[in-house]
């Protein structure tokens, strides 16, 4: 499976767990919340049953309002109960506000056998969710009605009063989560976007380099049938024409080269060979193209022989890609290779005295197509693929890349590949 599969897995199952965590959170919430209330009800109806426990005048015009008896205020039944009950409304309200509860509520004040009963003005008749309270009463009221008196408080629907009070909390939540989701979908966007892009290009350069091979190389075959029959004026321009011939479809080998590594299709295939004499050869060559630009080449290949798992074509390449830019990077160059066995490894060192690269770039530089910019102007020409390949290919033999560097001093790639014992 690809990884990008798994991680896109990997995000939906947490993107779900962190929704089922904040719903175990939410549903704790509600229980502690429900816990608090009733322990704030216990409070509250201790409150209440002990300022009910003796005569005074709200106790006695409640008394006086259950058992219907008109004889002390001489006003209508309705009015005396109107007036109790707006009295106790109040007292109770004012008892739950202190404790912090806004929720609407209703009561009933009664006795146990149903003889004498009092209902406040508004009620849940008919309602699902009622909570109910009851509060046993002592001292005045059973002393008065001469039976066990309950007064009892009910809310609706606690459940809606509880969530409300947490949505400070789940509000924030879906909303973050939300925000993670919209991120996330914008990224993988951009993402599917950017890496169509970079095949389209890709794509794009393949077929341009493959469609110039075709004319390059007709330039080469018909310089070499002009060749044969120019005069002397005429081969030295001819000449020009070779070289820069040679050059162009030496690029176009590096493009080539580069795309196919990097489609995927692997063009590596690696067989056990001594790599020592094609190293060898290599730097002789490497030798006398330097000392054509008055620059110096040293070598020095400690060891028998270097036996390697390795495609000989490829890696003469990537060490080739090292040399050319120590010298293309060096106004006078003075280059060193050196080789060596390190237990099951070959170390290959290139040493320049050119002009190096700075820390912030020296881990830009392995990326394809950058190019180190001194005012915007490359001073050297190149497309920025040479250590791009460099790393893809040492990384195909197993191998890892490093590079020290110091600016206006030189730089000194180091090649570690493992070796066959
Ligand atoms: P190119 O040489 O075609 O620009 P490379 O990928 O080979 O591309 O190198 C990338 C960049 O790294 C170069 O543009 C150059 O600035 C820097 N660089 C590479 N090798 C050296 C070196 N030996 N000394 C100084 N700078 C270097």
Known sequence: MKKRYIYIG???????????????????????????????????????????????????????????????????????????????????????????????FTYTLYTKDSSYVLHSTNSFEGMDNVDSYPIDLEGYFPQLLGKPTVLDLKFENLHNYFLAKLNGLTFPSILFLIGICATIFWVLRTYYWQSNVI?????????????????????????????????EKQKPVLGIIRQQVGRLSGHIEKVLELASLESGKSVITLTKVDFKPYLENLCAEFKTLVAIENGIFNYDLAGENYVLNAEVFHLENAINNILDNAKKYSPEPEIHLKAYKDGHRLIVEVTDNGIGISKEESQRVFRKFYRVTNGDLHSVKGYGLGLSYVKKVIKKHGGKVQMSSEEKKGTKFRLTIPILS
């Open 10 to 104: 990997v995000f939906l199952v947490s993107i779900v767990g962190l929704a089922i965590v904040q719903y175990q959170y939410l549903r704790i919430g509600l229980s502690l919340a429900k816990v608090q209330f009733d322990s704030k009800i216990d409070r509250v109806g201790t409150l209440v049953a002990n300022s009910l426990k003796e005569e005074n005048k709200l106790t006695y015009l409640i008394g006086e309002g259950i058992r219907r008896d008109t004889s002390f205020f001489k006003v209508s039944v309705d009015s005396l109960q109107n007036v109790g009950n707006m009295f106790l409304d109040d007292f109770i309200r004012d008892q739950l506000l202190n404790q912090g509860i806004e929720s609407d």
């Open 199 to 231: 095949t389209t290009t890709n794509e794009f350069i393949n077929n341009l380099t493959h469609e110039l091979k075709t004319p390059v190389f007709s330039i080469g075959l018909a310089t070499k049938i002009l060749d044969e029959s120019a005069n």
